[in-house]
Structures are given as structure tokens and as C-alpha cells.
């Protein structure tokens, strides 16, 4: 490769370390790439790190040894979620998102990859330390969140189906009780599809009474898997009493809504807590 410079190495450095979230690279792979001394790679990396802190982009860990390196956590700046979250809970606040059942509509902003990306490091900076394997949704409207979550976590997803599939090959299935509606269901993952004793993050758009999130849970135990967590976009508050999940992480809160008046209350999720707000 063409020696570059600092300028440059320092703009290269930045983009590899953006794309590889959550993965350590040894120095001497800097090293060897721009005919540079470790030292002047270990000062470039000092001035990363300071900007990507300064920015609020991340965190830059370095791990000392012959095997050690460096490798980039994403985080999110309290102020810049909160800033983010706030316009978003205006966005679901709109009455004309009311759906029967107390659900809101939220495809659009479920499509929307900016949107998702900022959600995403949200989940990814609630559970960077907690070494996940892999992220966990069902189908379907859980799937843009759980892509944008594991590209910060840079690890892959798996997506539980609502019905076999002759394409997944050999599958567990089990029947769940839907914590709003009360009625049995089943859900499905391929025996290709997780590894054994795998650490799993699961999302999910939207919670109730934590039927689904429990029938996930319930199903990674047949893999003999560990959940690390639980992240929900927006929760409702009614019937806590009946909720079926303990510990999660939300986003948002739905509060209480008022179809006559045509009024939807939305606080800040659990995310917040304990972090200024």
C-alpha cells in the first residue's frame, strides 16, 4: 500500500475502527499497513480516541500485550439520546399512529435506516459489556432493529419464525401463551440457527405484557443459550401486574391513551434511568 499521510492514515484509521465495532485489531496490522513505527501508530490512536470521545462517538479501548490492540465500543452521549429519543416519542405521540388494541402505528419509522441506526447504538451501548454473541428477534417488524443493533455489536442475528419453514431445515418449536391476547402460539428457530450456549441480546418493537419476549426466552432454552438482555423500542405501562418479563430495557414508555381525545402519553423509557434523567 502507498505510504500515506498522517492526515490520512488517521481518516483510514478511523473508517477501519468505525467498521469493526466491538472487534480488537493488533497494531502491528496498522503497523504493517502503513509502513509506519508502533509508537507513531500508538499516537495516532491517542488522537482518536480523544476525538471519538470529545464526539461522543465512542469509546477506544487498549488492550496491552503481544496479543493485545485496540478495539472500538459504540456509545451514546446521555444528552445526544436523550435529544434523539425526545424527538421520537413526538413523532409516536401523534394521535393518527392510534390502532386498535392500544398499538401503534410505527412501520414508518421501523423503515427508516437513520432512524434505526441511532436506535441501534441505543441497544448497543446499553449491553456493550455484555458480550453478546448474537441478537434475537422474531419476525417481522423486530428484524430492522435487530440488524441495526448487531452491526454496532458486529455480531450476527437470528430471527425466530412464527411458522416452519422448509428452507430452516430441522427445527425447535414451542407454544407460548401471548401475554395480551391470551391465546397459544408457537414460535420456531432452526437447530442451524444458534450455536449452543450462546449469549443472546433479544429486541423486539413493541411490548405489552412480555408474551413474546417470555416465548423467546422460554425457546433459547432449549439451546442451552444465555440471555444477556432484553431491549424494547416502546413499552406499555398498562397491566404491569400481568407482565411476564422482569428485566428489559426500553426506550420508550406508553403511558396511557385516550382514543375519545385522541391523546397519546409517552415518557422516556428505562434507558434513562440513572442516567440525568
Keep these: 500500500m502507498k505510504k500515506l499521510r498522517r492526515s490520512a492514515r488517521l481518516v483510514d484509521m478511523t473508517q477501519h475502527l468505525l467498521a469493526h465495532p466491538h472487534t480488537l485489531t493488533p497494531l502491528t496490522l496498522f503497523a504493517e499497513q502503513y509502513g509506519a513505527a508502533k509508537s507513531s501508530i500508538s499516537e495516532d490512536l491517542s488522537i482518536i480516541k480523544e476525538a471519538f470521545e470529545v464526539q461522543g462517538v465512542g469509546l477506544l479501548k487498549t488492550v496491552a500485550g503481544a496479543a493485545g490492540g485496540v478495539k472500538y465500543i459504540p456509545q451514546v452521549k ?6 434523539f429519543m425526545r424527538e421520537l416519542i413526538g413523532q409516536l405521540a401523534n394521535p393518527e399512529r392510534l390502532l386498535p388494541g392500544g398499538y401503534l402505528y410505527m412501520s414508518d419509522i421501523l423503515g427508516n435506516p437513520q432512524t434505526m441506526a441511532k436506535i441501534g447504538k441505543l441497544f448497543a451501548t446499553a449491553y456493550a459489556d455484555k458480550n453478546v454473541d448474537v441478537v434475537m428477534t422474531v419476525e417481522t417488524k423486530g ?8 452491526m454496532f455489536l458486529n455480531v450476527p ?14 427445527v425447535v418449536s414451542i407454544n407460548y401463551v401471548s401475554g395480551s391476547s391470551k391465546r397459544i402460539q408457537t414460535m420456531s428457530l432452526a437447530r442451524r440457527g444458534l450455536a449452543e450456549q450462546s449469549r443472546v441480546l433479544i429486541v423486539d418493537d413493541f411490548m405489552k405484557a412480555g408474551g413474546t419476549l417470555r416465548g423467546m426466552i422460554d425457546l433459547l432454552q432449549e439451546f442451552r443459550a444465555t440471555v444477556v438482555g432484553c431491549g424494547v423500542l416502546v413499552e406499555t405501562t398498562a397491566d404491569v401486574s400481568e407482565r411476564l418479563v422482569d428485566e428489559y430495557v426500553s ?14 402519553e409517552i415518557e422516556l423509557g428505562s434507558f434513562f434511568e440513572n442516567r440525568g434523567e
Design 78 to 83: 446521555t444528552e445526544e439520546a436523550l435529544h
Design 143 to 150: 428484524i430492522p432493529l435487530a440488524y441495526a443493533t448487531a
Design 157 to 170: 442475528v437470528v430471527i425466530v419464525r412464527r411458522d416452519n419453514k422448509v428452507t430452516e431445515g430441522s
Design 251 to 264: 426506550l420508550a414508555k406508553l403511558q396511557d391513551v385516550d382514543f375519545k381525545g385522541k391523546q397519546i
